[in-house]
């Protein structure tokens, strides 16, 4: 039995970050399905979702779709402006156009090295939804807002934010992703995680009410291995995973994917 409510499908997505040319990225599709595919992976209860880089996104779209291969496509980031004179930047429109189901807003990643703050992230989220494109809200605290305000004050108040601005029908999926974890090797706990993750749940609920709560997918990232997934996905509340790493490697893709296999609840 898998830890999320009935109405919600599990989804491990993998955020390729800067890395893989559109050759690379064909290669690492079809290695992950053949791998998914020799261990008899079972799609029914997790959807598998992939965020490469812009330049890629035309070549994985069509293998995805020539091969009929069970994937989700995610951009990286998106443009608050539908079109116009903004050099360099994504339209909404362009990514659904490369039949993208979900794109990626706010990562700690946008929001320290682009000073993207909650503004940004609302407008983001917007475009999105105009776009038909559902929208993965990561939010997180550093290590210097975990000493001083704790844990889930700040992922709780990015949220809040965006709820605020959107409809109680939207559909949006939340990333709980503490900064302090990615790429440190040092995950939060699993614990940790389901606190958190439950916060924020609650937080939808007190915001849009009990049908958006139930329905809304949330993840946890930051340093996600196959070794730890298990234990993440016991969490009541915690409704998959976004994966950057170890989302390069094929293998170790697929055994996080495979997470059901190891987790089972009291």
């Keep these: 039995m898998v830890a999320s409510g ?3 499908r599990a989804l491990i997505a993998g955020n390729w970050k800067m890395n893989l040319d559109h050759l690379q990225s064909i290669a690492l599709v079809q290695k992950l399905a053949w791998t998914l595919k020799d ?7 997790v959807e598998v979702a992939i965020f490469p880089p812009f330049t890629d ?4 779209q069509t293998l995805i779709a020539a091969d009929k291969l069970e994937f989700s496509l995610g951009g990286q980031d ?8 903004h050099t360099g930047d994504i339209s909404g429109a362009f990514l659904s156009a490369l039949a993208c189901d979900y794109v990626l807003v706010g990562h700690s990643e946008r929001r320290a090295h682009h000073g993207e703050d909650d503004e940004v992230c ?3 989220v917007q475009a999105a939804l105009r776009h038909s494109l559902t929208p993965v809200l990561c939010v997180g605290e550093t290590a210097e807002d975990l000493e001083t305000v704790g844990q889930s004050a700040v992922p709780v108040a990015q949220l809040g934010a965006v709820l605020r601005e959107i409809s109680a029908e ?3 999926v939340v990333a709980y992703e503490p900064v ?3 790429g440190s090797g040092t995950p939060a706990t699993a614990e940790q995680a389901q606190e958190v993750c439950a916060v924020l749940r609650d937080t939808i609920r007190d915001v849009h009410g009990d049908a958006q709560a139930d329905r809304t997918r949330i993840l946890y990232g930051g340093s996600v291995k196959s070794s730890n997934i298990a234990g993440f996905l016991r969490g009541a509340d915690v409704d998959g995973a976004l994966v950057g790493g170890a989302s390069l490697d094929a293998e170790e893709f697929a055994a996080i994917a495979q997470f059901e296999k190891h987790v089972t609840i009291d």
């Design 122 to 124: 609302v407008a983001k």
């Design 170 to 172: 939207a559909d949006i």
């Design 180 to 182: 302090w974890a990615i």
């Design 39 to 45: 261990r008899n992976f079972q799609s029914d209860h």
């Design 57 to 60: 996104l035309r070549s994985v």
């Design 6 to 8: 009935d109405n919600r």
């Design 78 to 85: 998106l443009s608050p402006h539908d079109s116009g004179a």
